[in-house]
């Protein structure tokens, strides 16, 4: 079993500005796509942004222009680079990660969320 580890969350205000990290540890993993999600209570879960390793990513309406997903392979992590934050971002934040260990796809991981509130 493999649970990416998240850090990066926090308390704010609206305005400023966050990085989400999301690092799945274990050899010989790649990560194949990565993707964002928020949920806050009483609502459902929503993607927030996604990639896969190439150069396609998906993000959004709500949070286009202003938040911006990436990866670091060296170190199999992904970030959540979130700008220009709002009460409405307010919400646990969880990335998932598709991974390969060696040429053998081993499934979908979630991280264990991380909360990020926006005063106003």
């Known amino acids: 079993q493999v649970q990416p580890v998240e850090s990066g969350g926090g308390a704010v205000q609206a305005g400023d500005s966050l990085t989400l990290s999301c690092a799945a540890s274990?050899?010989?993993?790649?990560?194949?796509?990565m993707g964002w999600y928020r949920q806050a209570p009483g609502k459902q879960r929503e993607l927030v942004a996604a990639s896969t390793s190439g150069s396609s990513t998906n993000n959004a309406d709500s949070v286009k222009g202003r938040f911006t997903i990436s990866r670091d392979n060296a170190k199999n992590t992904v970030y959540l680079q979130m700008n220009s934050l709002t009460p409405e971002d307010t919400a646990v934040y969880y990335c998932?990660?598709?991974?390969?260990?060696?040429?053998?796809?081993?499934?979908?991981?979630w991280g264990q969320g991380t909360q990020v509130t926006v005063s106003s």
């Open positions: 998932n990660l598709k991974l390969i260990m060696g040429q053998v796809p081993i499934g979908d991981y």
């Open positions: 274990g050899s010989n993993l790649r990560i194949v796509t």
